[in-house]
């Protein structure tokens, strides 16, 4: 794992928003005054992690949480011909609430530091969802760590580019072992998570405190940014998306 030089990790972020930007004299996250500025898909994990911060304990609200959790999976693709998903229904999700539901209280504030720390909690809730999405015959890491990411905002998504942005940094850290140790949900991918946000932590936490998190108005919320969700959107762009 390395060090990024200074404004790196924000030219990439940036090049990620930049598909949403209404202001082309700044950078993107600059100008991020509505929902507006942002790229349409983006826009869902916004409010599905609204909707789901504002809501702690979302099986009070289980049709509401069914329909947020289900659109915004949709809009990131894992709705896609491959994924028997496409039969699932609203009531479908219910399990997957349940779950959700039982490990909130441990989840909903795990920061980036902790996740060795607390690998034990984090893997059940994990397995616990990959365990009701068997149906779904998706049940692997891009789909379980998307609901990672949109429900709690703790751990970035396992997708394609992701895994190509950690094989594209192991590469420049001369590591051996293909993504550097982010093909799989792990405590391994874990630590390279760890190790990528304490070395670069100033800025990474200075891009969260600068993007604002946007609600089903338009309008920024009061809902901090997670860093997950920068590391995420970096590795996105940094491995080609």
């Known amino acids: 794992?390395?060090?990024f030089k200074?404004?790196?990790i924000t030219a990439n972020v940036n090049k990620y928003l930049s598909a949403g930007s209404t202001d082309k004299s700044t950078a993107p996250i600059e100008s991020l005054e509505s929902a507006d500025d942002l790229p349409s898909r983006d826009l869902s994990w916004h409010l599905c992690y609204s909707w789901f911060r504002e809501h702690p304990q979302p099986l009070e609200h289980r049709e509401a949480a069914c329909y947020q959790l289900a659109f915004y999976l949709a809009s990131w693709g894992m709705f896609r011909g491959s994924s028997n998903l496409l039969?699932?229904?609203a009531r479908d999700f219910i399990p997957v609430i349940e779950v959700?539901?039982?490990h909130n209280t441990a989840m909903r504030n795990m920061g980036l530091l902790e996740l060795e720390e607390k690998w034990e909690p984090l893997n059940h809730a994990y397995w616990d969802l990959v365990e009701v999405f068997k149906r779904s015959n998706k049940a692997h890491q891009?789909?379980?760590t998307k609901v990672l990411l949109g429900v709690w905002g703790i751990f970035p998504a396992i997708d394609t580019?992701?895994?190509?942005?950690?094989?594209r940094i192991?590469?420049?850290s001369g590591i051996q072992h293909g993504h550097g140790g982010y093909s799989s949900f792990t405590k391994h991918s874990a630590r390279s998570i760890h190790s990528l946000y304490e070395l670069n932590q100033p800025e990474i936490d200075h891009l969260a405190l600068q993007h604002p998190v946007f609600g089903f108005d338009g309008k920024p919320n009061s809902h901090a940014m997670p860093p997950a969700r920068i590391v995420d959107m970096f590795l996105y762009t940094y491995g080609g998306g």
């Open 161 to 167: 580019w992701a895994r190509a942005g950690w094989k």
């Open 1 to 3: 794992m390395r060090r």
């Open 100 to 102: 959700i539901n039982e």
């Open 142 to 144: 891009t789909l379980v």
């Open 87 to 89: 039969q699932w229904n």
């Open 6 to 8: 200074s404004g790196e």
């Open 170 to 172: 192991a590469d420049e």
